[in-house]
């Protein structure tokens, strides 16, 4: 068995390498194995395992699993038994050292929050929101991806956006274009009075919403069932800056939308077209633009009739020659009031 030392097999009893337990179920099962089968496995004889058999030393006789067991537990016993004392040991020396230093100071109280907190489930997103919502004395800023706001979407977040209106608080939302086509949104901002403000822009970032400058929430899975609360002044801070960016380049809800200055051709179509341009797939478009991927289809079927393309290839050389390819300028922002509505979700 020369050659064959505890370092190549690092393992107890209870955890053997796939050799040694091979070789000690089959001295299990048959009540003993020749000494040669367990010369890859000296493991098996350094853990007592397996022992010779005094009646013929060639063979080697197995430990009776229970007795292994009982083994096995009176050291783990023991060592329990070791670290707890030594956590006593720990415990009592920096009680010792701490009273010789001045006392710490308390901890930041729970209503200041972690810096980012992980929402998991619609009810602890919703129960944060709530809590926000009453906190907050100053202005609320939103950002509302996916085109249409849909009637329940908007009904759930009434109730918020009523609370925070009778306090006072200014609120100012972000939507696609595509939001401007739905009629329970139109309805929201009736209610909501002078309390909002909305733009729209041809695309948006994910979902937003930010109170007082101090706690913002974010989506943290696609499928927005898992929330990101999050309270870092820094982070807090750089989502303030992006919003205020995208909402000088936004068109006010009750502004029309800047023509394209080329006939037949939509605002809608000449984002699309610009999208498509950049080697955009129809459904990340659709996306992007909050339209659903049929829509999105239709807009490209009519820009290839305009352009008078009979290819996809051809109409992105049509693109190129319209100037459909390029920025698009954002139109001039009129000085007026406006209203919107946040869905403080």
Do not use: K
Request: proline letters at 7%.
């Amino acid at each position: 068995m020369a050659g064959h030392g505890t370092d190549e097999h690092p393992h107890g009893a209870d955890r053997l390498c796939e050799t040694g337990d091979r070789v000690y179920s089959r001295a299990v099962r048959r009540g003993r194995v020749p000494r040669r089968d367990a010369e890859p496995v000296p493991c098996l004889l350094e853990l007592a395992l397996l022992h010779p058999d005094p009646d013929d030393m060639d063979w080697l006789v197995p430990t009776p699993p229970q007795e292994v067991m009982t083994r096995l537990l009176r050291g783990m016993y023991d060592e329990i038994s070791a670290s707890q004392r030594r956590v006593g040991s720990a415990v009592e020396a920096f009680e010792w050292y701490a009273g010789l230093g001045p006392p710490v100071p308390a901890a930041p109280s729970v209503t200041e929050g972690p810096a980012i907190r992980v929402l998991d489930g619609l009810a602890r997103i919703q129960a944060a929101m709530d809590e926000a919502t009453q906190a907050c004395t100053t202005e609320v800023l939103t950002v509302q991806p996916g085109g249409i706001r849909r009637e329940a979407e908007l009904s759930e977040g009434l109730h918020r956006a009523m609370a925070l209106r009778g306090r006072g608080v200014r609120m100012r939302d972000l939507y696609t274009h595509v939001a401007r086509h739905g009629h329970g949104l139109l309805t929201y901002l009736e209610l909501m009075g002078d309390a909002v403000e909305a733009r729209t822009l041809d695309e948006v970032i994910e979902r937003l919403i930010l109170f007082d400058r101090t706690v913002a929430f974010i989506p943290a899975n696609a499928e927005r069932t898992m929330a990101l609360e999050l309270r870092h002044p820094a982070l807090v801070g750089y989502l303030g800056t992006v919003f205020e960016r995208l909402w000088r380049l936004a068109v006010p809800l009750a502004a029309p939308l800047p023509d394209t200055g080329i006939e037949g051709i939509s605002h809608r179509e000449q984002s699309i077209a610009a999208l498509l341009a950049e080697g955009h797939q129809d459904a990340v478009i659709a996306e992007r633009l909050g339209v659903s991927v049929r829509t999105c289809r239709a807009h490209i079927a009519r820009l290839s009739e305009r352009l008078g393309a009979a290819s996809r290839t051809q109409l992105g050389v049509r693109i190129a020659q319209a100037g459909l390819d390029g920025p698009r300028r954002p139109a001039p922002v009129p000085v007026m009031e406006d209203r919107g509505s946040p869905n403080v979700r």
